[in-house]
């Protein structure tokens, strides 16, 4: 069941990404990549450990689209796949870089003792985003929603 949830996510990653590619001919936007990790409550009894990874497009002056993924684990039987799609508004910039507010949608895929268990996901996220010269950046984030309660991380990305 692991293999064909990854696949299927690395599938609509691709669709995305070639969807990009045509917008981008028509209109000039820029886009931006980025992975991390993050420390959660994606576990029953404790918290767990995961790594994030996102791609994001920017619409206009202050805002974004884009998908991000965060994969986590309490080491102790459960892991946990989060894909969601994610609305940005970058609130004090219109360079699409600073302080910003996130809103994500999703599916929360637990797997845990061989079982597979799918809730709806949605949650609120805030951060900022540094600029670490014209093509990359840090950005600090954390994140409250259901149904993992809390999450709080970093990604390092680039901007292309």
């Known amino acids: 069941m692991k293999k064909e949830v990854i696949t299927i996510f690395l599938l ?14 028509a209109t000039i936007t820029k886009a ?6 993050e420390w959660n ?5 404790n918290f767990a450990a995961g790594a994030v990874l996102a791609f994001d497009f920017n619409l206009g002056s202050s805002f974004a689209l884009g998908i991000n993924a965060t994969a986590s684990s309490n080491f102790d ?17 219109r360079e ?9 949608a999703g599916m929360s895929l637990i797997l845990e003792d061989g079982d ?3 809730l709806l996901l949605g949650g609120l996220r805030a951060g900022l985003r540094l600029p ?17 309660v809390f999450g709080v991380g970093g990604l390092v990305g680039v901007r292309f």
């Open 132 to 148: 670490l010269g014209d093509k990359f950046f840090v950005e600090p984030f954390g994140r409250l929603g259901y149904p993992f």
């Open 96 to 104: 699409h870089i600073g302080w910003f507010a996130q809103a994500d």
């Open 41 to 45: 409550m994606n576990s029953r009894d």
């Open 32 to 37: 931006a990549i980025s992975i991390g990790p």
């Open 77 to 93: 039987g459960i892991f946990v796949i989060e894909p969601a799609a994610m609305f940005r508004w970058y609130f004090l910039s």
């Open 12 to 25: 609509y990653m691709a669709i995305l990404a070639y969807a990009e590619d045509s917008y981008q001919a």
């Open 116 to 118: 597979t268990t799918s």
